[in-house]
């Protein structure tokens, strides 16, 4: 059918006619097609990696026995769908951190919305030849795996015994496709009507942007895919489906083009490099595309016949020498009929199957780009495609789910024999992780543009993070952006809806409450609440943005105590018990969390004492029990102190435990440290809700600095524990090369540390607190036992750019279990200045590089920039907004960068 014909008979039918799907059973979970056949359809999410037993499976998988001439369509898609993401997104958000900081958190949330939103149809970062000279065109997009299957039956709908066949086709497929970790959902008629309109019916307003489609009872599911006021039109080397309106999001052309020859030797999982550059992640296809890879089931005795003669001429042809000269490709073929056969020998079946490409974009120029970049980037890989000129239309529709048959498939004459072991290497089943959340917190982006969405806290152990990341890779600004998506988040999740309805109450600041886990509203916003201890003061900008907040710096006048006693007694703490300390009320749990709290103090006072760490079994032994005299003491007014427990060592009768009285005086009453630890000053108070405590003044004295931090944790987990508001906590330890390194001889004193920060880390999900060290080299977490300790209690790694030396070390002494390959990889990740930082992350069995990419409001927003921070609030000074001073700069910024004009009043 020529490609006027076509054109007729879309305008006479409209696009239904040429899609074979009318209906979805209501007993069972198959389609109903065109033509005497049924349909299976499962929506995928990709495989993120190589798993044991995948390659067996997906084997196996192809060896299953459907009935002659079913047709199975693995198709990999990746479209500009995120909106779910996104409504799930805002279920933690809103209102969540109270009073004057409400408009600010809520604000953040808006800019990375609008952000995202917008990214999907416009690049993530664009060069503006002043800042950013140079970007790709990666957007945002969303990667989804459709199986599909047809299978011929007699009649119209199937029968008794085609049904029980049926059923065992169908169960044991979901099975398969479950085992390979392909979270199976059992497509039905709205899934089936949603995935095909946003392939057909593009557009940021379209009907499916709210996530779904309801299709109707009343008519066929072919008819439901033509939208009123849309033109179809088909050239002779494209199809496009138009809107009339001038959206250029609802537009989309579309390119066909066939996979002609792959390199001979493929390795399992190699197919993944049609997608991204694997090592590199320097080029994608970076238009909206569909991978379709096509199987079809043969009548297996007259396929292994006709298989059978061609090698019987293939080989007879093979052995004559001039016949061989003439035509030297008939020895490789020879070699492959006989691999073939080998494999047939060994029960494999053979199937036909062929790949195509399907490019799309908004006008018939993009297209053609995206066409022959494709065309370019696969020919590097030794990949060889061709453009489907004349045959664009009945590729694009026979690529859709359910819409190939028989006589396409024969048509498009692309099929290529091979075995169910062969068909398993070219299957397209691996893509990009798409996070651990379904309401997450935490918004990322991979190489290749999928929106990746995590949420720290959803473990099956603690929450920690370890975070490493040379200078210059953005291992501050990560750290920021961790912080202000959680102090934007909180525990209770709302009702899903849309993100558009959301995103008006944000801006107006009429944020319902949250809703608790009953579906009460909760009237206290449930934020969490974020603890920082820095070297280098790169959180005081952001600290000093809240009012809700504390910046301590420890290089100006004690305004408060670090007496490390204040969090064992109720005099200090105002408590009538200690059973705030846990969740748990029970006897058992109190007294071991008094015994915990008892060791930590034991461990800052062994330290206080002694920084070379020669503390004995016996006087360590005595100082736990004058621990407990002093934190008891029966007299009325009496604060237990550094000083009385030293005053109580000096009156032992051993000289040893005199010693450690003598050793405590630089922290006693009229010590040099003194100050830091008096009973005259109150505790240190940790109510608000993000706090940095800066120890860049205390690195000439490393003694003191350790004791410092030890006392800092110590109070930051007794103030977790008081509390029992359900509220989520950060307590993050930057620069911590700064304590984690390699201890110069003082191995006593780091083990003391070791089991302080062992012990504190291995607590934090006790307090529902996640525990994030951040480190200059990730080797550094191998360096010591302190990074030891921690790395392995922190299911999260995030590797940053390392320095290439870094990295052949930790493979050298295989510091994380890695192949060679993903070694090499991990000298790949990189950061671009003002476009984006990529960060490997590393949880369970998934490893995954994603790229933090932050628009520029939301940059303005948390800026430590002076100059920056200086436009902004002599705009508030002058009456505007928080909120009208950042779009106020902003719009500035673009005028400056010509890519606005400024608008005159």
């Known amino acids: 059918m020529n490609n006027s014909r076509l054109a007729k008979e879309?305008?006479?039918?409209?696009?239904?006619?040429f899609i074979p799907v009318v209906d979805r059973m209501v007993d069972a979970p198959y389609f109903l097609l065109e033509d005497n056949a049924v349909g299976f359809f499962f929506v995928c999410n990709p495989s993120p990696g190589l798993y044991d037993n995948q390659q067996n499976l997906l084997t196996d998988l192809f060896k299953m026995d459907f009935p002659a001439e079913s047709i199975m369509q693995m198709t990999l898609a990746a479209l500009p769908d995120v909106n779910i993401s996104l409504s799930r997104w805002l279920r933690r958000r809103g209102n969540r951190m109270g009073g004057r900081d409400n408009e600010k958190a809520d604000l953040l949330t808006v800019y990375s919305l609008d952000y995202l939103t917008k990214s999907q149809y416009e690049p993530l970062k664009e060069a503006d030849g002043i800042k950013i000279t140079q970007a790709d065109d990666l957007k945002l997009r969303n990667f989804e795996l459709w199986v599909t299957v047809r299978i011929p039956i007699k009649g119209f709908s199937p029968n008794e015994s085609e049904s029980m066949r049926l059923d065992g086709l169908f169960k044991d497929l979901l099975s398969k496709l479950e085992g390979l970790t392909l979270s199976p959902i059992v497509g039905n008629a709205d899934t089936w009507l949603y995935s095909v309109d946003k392939i057909l019916n593009p557009g940021k307003d379209s009907r499916w942007k709210y996530g779904g489609l309801e299709a109707s009872t009343l008519m066929p599911l072919n008819n439901q895919v033509n939208i009123p006021g849309r033109k179809y039109e088909v050239g002779e080397d494209y199809f496009?489906?138009?809107?009339?309106?001038?959206?250029?999001?609802?537009?989309?052309?579309?390119?066909?083009?066939?996979?002609?020859?792959?390199?001979?030797?493929?390795?399992?999982?190699?197919?993944?490099?049609?997608?991204?550059?694997?090592?590199?992640?320097?080029?994608?296809?970076?238009?909206?595309?569909?991978?379709n890879y096509c199987i079809q089931f043969p009548h297996q005795k007259k396929i292994q016949k006709e298989y059978l003669r061609y090698k019987a001429i293939t080989d007879n042809q093979s052995k004559i020498p001039i016949v061989l000269k003439y035509l030297p490709r008939l020895a490789d073929m020879d070699k492959d009929y006989s691999a073939l056969t080998r494999e047939l020998e060994d029960k494999a079946k053979l199937l036909q199957t062929y790949m195509t490409f399907i490019v799309m974009d908004n006008t018939l120029e993009k297209v053609k780009i995206a066409a022959k970049s494709l065309i370019n980037y696969y020919s590097e890989k030794k990949i060889v495609v061709a453009d489907d000129s004349y045959i664009c239309f009945s590729g694009v529709m026979s690529a859709l789910p359910l819409c190939n048959d028989p006589a396409t498939f024969r048509d498009m004459d692309r099929g290529d024999v091979m075995t169910n072991t062969g068909a398993a290497h070219l299957a397209p089943i691996f893509g990009p992780w798409k996070g651990n959340s379904t309401n997450p917190v935490i918004p990322f982006v991979t190489r290749e543009g999928q929106l990746v969405m995590i949420d720290i806290f959803e473990t099956s152990a603690s929450y920690n993070v370890c975070v490493g990341a040379t200078s210059g890779a953005g291992k501050s600004f990560a750290a920021n952006n961790i912080i202000l998506n959680y102090l934007c988040s909180g525990e209770h999740i709302n009702p899903l809806y849309h993100f558009?309805?959301?995103?008006?109450?944000?801006?107006?600041?009429?944020?319902?409450?949250?809703?608790?886990?009953?579906?009460?509203?909760?009237?206290s916003p449930d934020g969490a609440q974020v603890f920082v201890v820095d070297i280098g003061r790169s959180y005081q900008g952001l600290a000093e943005q809240f009012e809700d907040s504390q910046f301590?710096?420890?290089?100006?006048?004690?305004?408060?105590?670090?007496?490390?006693?204040?969090?064992?007694?109720?005099?200090?703490?105002?408590?009538?018990?200690?059973?705030?300390?846990?969740?748990?009320?029970?006897?058992?749990?109190?007294?071991?969390?008094?015994?915990?709290?008892?060791?930590?103090?034991l461990n800052q006072l062994k330290l206080m004492a002694s920084s070379n760490g020669n503390i004995s079994s016996l006087q360590e032994a005595v100082m736990l029990r004058l621990i407990a005299e002093e934190s008891n003491s029966p007299e009325d007014g009496y604060l237990p102190s550094v000083t009385g427990f030293a005053k109580?060592?000096?009156?032992?009768?051993?000289?040893?435990?005199?010693?450690?009285?003598?050793?405590?005086?630089?922290?006693?009453?009229?010590?040099?440290?003194?100050?830091?630890?008096?009973?005259?000053?109150?505790?240190?108070?940790?109510?608000?809700?993000?706090?940095?405590?800066?120890?860049?003044?205390?690195?000439?004295?490393?003694?003191?600095?350790?004791?410092?931090?030890?006392?800092?944790?110590?109070?930051a987990q007794h103030a977790m524990f008081i509390k029992k508001d359900g509220r989520r906590r950060l307590f993050i330890l930057d620069e911590a090369w700064e304590y984690i390194g390699e201890s110069n001889g003082d191995d006593a004193a780091v083990n003391f540390f070791t089991k302080f920060l062992e012990a504190a880390w291995r607590r934090f999900r006790k307090t529902n607190c996640a525990g994030i060290c951040i480190t200059q080299s990730f080797e550094d977490f191998?360096?010591?036992?302190?990074?030891?300790?921690?790395?392995?209690?922190?299911?999260?790694?995030?590797?940053?750019?390392?320095?290439?030396?870094?990295?052949?070390?930790?493979?050298?002494?295989?510091?994380?279990?890695?192949?060679?390959?993903?070694?090499e990889r991990m000298k790949m990740i990189r950061t671009v200045k003002y476009v984006f930082s990529e960060i490997m992350i590393r949880f369970e069995n998934v490893q995954q590089i994603v790229r933090l990419y932050v628009d520029r409001k939301m940059e303005l927003c948390f800026t430590t920039d002076p100059s920056d921070r200086r436009k902004i609030w002599n705009l508030v000074n002058d009456g505007y907004t928080y909120a009208e001073a950042i779009d106020r700069v902003y719009e500035e910024e673009l005028v400056q960068l010509g890519m606005k004009t400024r608008q005159v009043a």
Not at 503 to 516: I, M, N, S
């Open 10 to 17: 879309l305008e006479r039918y409209n696009l239904g006619h």
């Open 240 to 291: 496009a489906s138009l809107s009339a309106d001038d959206d250029e999001t609802a537009q989309r052309y579309f390119k066909h083009l066939s996979m002609t020859k792959f390199p001979e030797y493929v390795n399992f999982g190699a197919v993944y490099e049609l997608v991204v550059d694997w090592m590199t992640g320097s080029k994608t296809i970076f238009s909206p595309f569909i991978i």
């Open 500 to 523: 558009d309805d959301i995103r008006d109450l944000l801006t107006a600041d009429k944020y319902d409450p949250p809703l608790d886990l009953n579906g009460k509203f909760n009237a």
């Open 552 to 601: 301590i710096d420890f290089g100006v006048d004690a305004t408060f105590s670090l007496n490390p006693f204040a969090f064992l007694v109720r005099k200090y703490t105002g408590d009538e018990s200690l059973e705030g300390l846990t969740g748990n009320s029970g006897e058992e749990s109190k007294e071991s969390d008094i015994i915990a709290q008892t060791i930590m103090v």
């Open 648 to 715: 109580k060592c000096m009156k032992h009768e051993k000289q040893e435990i005199k010693d450690i009285g003598i050793q405590l005086g630089p922290w006693c009453e009229g010590g040099i440290y003194g100050r830091r630890f008096t009973t005259s000053l109150p505790p240190i108070n940790f109510n608000s809700r993000f706090i940095v405590l800066e120890l860049e003044e205390l690195k000439p004295t490393p003694h003191l600095q350790w004791v410092v931090l030890m006392s800092i944790i110590q109070a």
């Open 782 to 823: 191998y360096k010591s036992p302190i990074g030891v300790a921690i790395a392995n209690n922190s299911p999260w790694k995030f590797i940053m750019k390392q320095s290439p030396e870094a990295i052949d070390s930790m493979e050298k002494n295989k510091y994380i279990s890695a192949s060679a390959s993903e070694y």
